[in-house]
């Protein structure tokens, strides 16, 4: 089967580091994509990582080892405005893409 | 024009009810998508038309229509439909789905659809 995991919540302060995990398990890895959800929005994109290695953009980074079928957001200086849901998401070649059950991020004062 | 616009923002219906979604974008964009989301969940992949043509339908029931009159606009046609199809309807696109290549999906703002 095809199944990407990731932790259910996390809770860190405004100015922290936070890391959010994936783990994936698919037939065919073309690559790790991360999508952010605010409640009540819709999914918009921040990453996609192929290749091992670290991609950063911003405060924003994204890690992948496909030996280890592992990756990782991290976010950095974390503000109020980055409470909301984060989902791992694989495309599978074509037009399909799988989307991990999200996480939902709680960044307190 | 990077945006994917959705009508209606909340549609309540009947169960007897005929109603359509639209979704439209002008990026260029080759693939769209229908997708659905319950509350506390990932979307869930409904249809996905590539050069106007239906590529993917995930078992989707048949009161679900969807419909792509050209490139740049997409349909989801909706009839008797019943209380657990009430949540949000999420349009999407892309330049297209080559393996190997980011398929980067740009949503819309969806549809809460609430079926009474």
């Known amino acids: ?109 | 024009d990077t945006e994917v616009t959705q009508t209606p923002k909340h549609l309540v219906m009947g169960m007897t009810n005929k109603k359509s979604l639209k979704c439209e974008q002008h990026m260029g964009h080759r693939a769209m998508y229908w997708y659905k989301q319950k509350a506390k969940k990932p979307p869930e992949l409904m249809f996905v038309y590539s050069y106007e043509k239906l590529s993917i339908n995930e078992s989707v029931p048949s009161r679900f229509s969807p419909e792509c009159p050209n490139s740049s606009l997409l349909n989801l046609h909706l009839h008797a439909l019943q209380p657990e199809d009430s949540a949000l309807y999420l349009c999407a696109s892309s330049q297209g789905g080559l393996a190997g290549v980011n398929n980067e999906q740009f949503f819309g703002p969806g549809t809460r659809l609430t079926v009474l």
């Open chain 1, 1 to 109: 089967g095809q199944s990407l995991e990731q932790p259910s919540e996390v809770t860190a302060v405004e100015g922290a580091i936070v890391q959010i995990n994936c783990t994936y398990q698919t037939s065919g890895f073309y690559g790790l994509s991360w999508y952010q959800q605010h409640d009540g929005g819709a999914p918009t994109f921040l990453s996609y990582n192929a290749l091992d290695g670290l991609e950063e953009t911003g405060r924003f980074s994204s890690f992948l080892s496909r030996s280890d079928s592992y990756g990782y957001l991290l976010l950095q200086e974390l503000q109020m405005k980055d409470s909301a849901s984060y989902f791992c998401a694989a495309p599978t070649g074509g037009f399909k893409t799988i989307f991990g059950a999200g996480t939902r991020l709680f960044v307190k004062a």
